[in-house]
């Protein structure tokens, strides 16, 4: 499966340097994909790469204008073609703001920054990681809630073949990812 990943923007501090990068745990995660790392540009030809990826994986990390610009783009062609989209972490954020849910900032989460906590898919607990203090006010309308955090708040939901996980799935021994998830996504880990 070819498999497109965003990539994080990140600039060197009294340089101008910036440089986009991925997470070296995407390799160990999906070996025997093909892995299709995305730059970010505002004149990438969103159309053509659509048409060659099967799955499109935006990835987690800080909002940067020119990634969301790209991720919004290529995203937006993959739903028009009919393929699947799964956001991880700040993917899911984005993904659940896009298609009109709510992502809340005011209130911190804590004890969810840096740390491991329980999910519960179908009344069971699973222990994911978490990295992030924002969370899911609201999901997307007409979206299913896959997986929430002991507080009730979404950590995974997913609206035809678009999906979206809290978690780093990439980032865990033995990850957890939903059963609806994967079948979508057509995703083998």
């Not at 923007?9 to 390799?27: C, K, M, Q, R, S």
């Amino acid at each position: 499966m070819k498999i497109g990943l965003t990539q994080r923007v990140l600039t060197f501090p009294n340089t101008g340097i910036v440089h986009d990068a991925l997470e070296h745990n995407w390799y160990k995660f999906l070996k025997g994909h093909e892995l299709i790392p995305i730059p970010n540009r505002e004149d990438l030809d969103y159309e053509t790469i659509a048409e060659d990826i099967d799955l499109l994986i935006i990835t987690g990390g800080r909002n940067e204008d020119i990634r969301i610009i790209t991720e919004v783009n290529l995203a937006t062609e993959m739903v028009t073609n009919g393929k699947p989209v799964l956001g991880i972490c700040h993917g899911a954020f984005l993904l659940t703001s896009i298609l009109g849910g709510e992502v809340e900032g005011e209130r911190i989460k804590e004890r969810h920054f840096i740390s491991d906590h329980n999910v519960f898919y179908q009344g069971r607990p699973y222990m994911v990681n978490s990295f992030h203090d924002i969370w899911i006010r609201t999901p997307p309308i007409g979206s299913v809630v896959l997986a929430t955090d002991p507080e009730g708040d979404v950590e995974s939901w997913i609206k035809d073949n678009i999906c979206a996980i809290v978690w780093h799935p990439e980032r865990m021994e033995e990850t957890f990812i939903p059963p609806e998830i994967l079948e979508v996504t057509g995703l083998k880990i």
